[in-house]
């Protein structure tokens, strides 16, 4: 896939990396050379310094025979003019980041008006993140698939839990049937496991089953089915305009620490019904004195990672249920590990994930099985992927126990009209069907490559 990227910044440099890795041709603009010659140092890829916006220097990078534009400037006004001009001189797709705000409630409009293929804001994405996490407390990480049908759900196996030393053929039959534990991590290994994998104290586990379900495999732990009522967020920025939306409509009780006065009032004039205060949220005394112990969960959004590392430890030091903790820079928690941090928004992540699935869908099969859904887990060495099963797969019409499936790969589900299927090794995916892998193989972007080549050349001999 030929890729130009314009924008170096935190995603762009993301995406240059990952992209490349998977073997496409990239090409990057940045107007800054320092910054450029940055990524160019840790990155396989061709740079050029200029502006985005600027005809020949879209024309110097090949916009013209490129497969996938991608404009992630830190200037959206850049970003939609490049990718107009972009798709006028040939690129096949574009894709913008918007994060002003004002644009928010007209995107839509300016993708038909424009002829944008895709517009992504990181904050509102970030947004939806959180919210998903606040309705399972419980869980670490909360990842959606089948349209809200299907969550993968990562769980710590905790001390003094029934899931200690309990092999997982035991689980289903004795406990739940209907609940897939689909990955473990234990430290840094990562396993996909077989039904005689024996859990342990501390496991990192990703879990997956109908809500109901869930629900009731939260129970068994020991956990409070009772939901987030109250959110405290720490920090009035982007995240927290389209974040406070979501709350104030399911009614929640809401408070905001925000350290610019000038922020902090007009947050208090949009979200009359949430209560603002301006003030240091890393200051104790203030915390003590807004009654931060007696909130359910607590959002950690300031522009300082080590600020929300902070905040977080402390909030599940004195009890808060649920907290949520935006770093940027993930480095951190491998200095710091994770003690005391539950759910972590990373939304240069959510974004380039985001990306990722559609390169990932142009490469594969010229759309015969295409992505929906894309999330790469346990530091990226875990990909959990939505296919649409075309009429002309490999993997349509044979039972998976005859489909020599590579090792590490995991079929939870099939979605057939609408309906879940767990399935066993007699069923058979058919055409139009959704299915659900989870794999320690990378670069997937068809799902007839879960599938070892040697079983195709017999099959058509």
Do not use: W
């Not at 705000?101 to 839509?108: G, K, N, R």
């Not at 993140?129 to 990842?143: D, G, H, Q, T, W």
Request: glycine fraction near 6%; proline fraction near 2%; include cysteine.
């Amino acid at each position: 896939m030929k890729i130009v990227i314009v924008g170096a910044g935190k995603i762009g440099e993301s995406l240059c990396r990952d992209l490349s890795t998977e073997g496409n041709d990239i090409t990057l603009i940045e107007k800054d050379s320092k910054i450029l010659d940055k990524v160019l140092s840790v990155s396989d890829i061709m740079g050029i310094v200029g502006n985005g916006a600027n005809r020949e220097v879209l024309a110097d990078a090949g916009v013209h025979d490129t497969d996938i534009f991608i404009a992630v400037t830190t200037n959206d006004e850049i970003n939609l003019i490049s990718s107009v001009m972009a798709k006028k001189m040939g690129a096949k797709y574009t894709i913008a980041r918007v994060r002003n705000t004002e644009y928010s409630e007209q995107m839509q409009f300016m993708k038909e008006s424009l002829g944008i293929d895709i517009m992504l804001n990181p904050e509102a994405e970030a947004a939806d993140f959180i919210r998903k996490n606040l309705e399972y407390p419980n869980a670490l990480n909360v990842e959606n698939f089948a349209k809200n049908k299907v969550n993968l759900v990562e769980i710590l196996v905790e001390k003094n839990s029934y899931l200690h030393d309990l092999k997982l053929m035991d689980f289903k039959r004795k406990y739940f049937k209907n609940i897939l534990v689909c990955i473990v991590q234990r430290g840094q290994e990562i396993y996909v496991p077989t039904g005689s994998f024996i859990l342990k104290e501390d496991d990192r586990i990703y879990v997956t089953g109908p809500h109901t379900d869930l629900e009731e495999f939260y129970k068994s732990l020991g956990h409070s089915e009772e939901r987030i009522k109250s959110v405290f967020i720490i920090g009035g920025g982007r995240i927290t305009h389209y974040l406070a939306d979501i709350l104030l409509k399911k009614k929640m009780k809401l408070k905001i620490v925000e350290l610019n006065e000038d922020r902090a009032k007009e947050l208090s004039e949009i979200y009359e019904e949430a209560e603002i205060i301006n003030g240091n949220g890393i200051d104790t005394d203030l915390l003590e004195e807004e009654n931060f112990s007696s909130y359910d969960a607590c959002v950690s959004l300031t522009g300082i990672d080590e600020e929300n590392i902070i905040i977080s430890m402390f909030a599940d030091k004195i009890g808060i249920k649920k907290t949520i903790t935006k770093i940027n820079r993930t480095s951190l928690l491998n200095v710091l590990g994770l003690v005391g941090l539950q759910s972590i928004l990373t939304p240069k992540k959510i974004i380039a994930d985001y990306i990722v699935k559609i390169v990932r869908s142009f490469a594969g099969a010229q759309g015969e099985n295409n992505i929906q859904n894309l999330y790469r887990l346990a530091d990226n060495r875990v990909e959990a992927i939505e296919f649409s099963v075309g009429e002309y797969s490999r993997v349509v019409g044979t039972p998976l126990k005859d489909l020599h499936i590579k090792e590490n790969v995991l079929i939870p589900y099939i979605i057939r009209n609408g309906k879940l299927i767990m399935p066993g090794g007699l069923d058979v995916i058919q055409p139009n069907d959704t299915v659900i892998i989870i794999t320690t193989q990378q670069y997937l972007d068809d799902i007839d490559k879960i599938i070892n080549f040697d079983f195709f050349n017999n099959k058509e001999i």
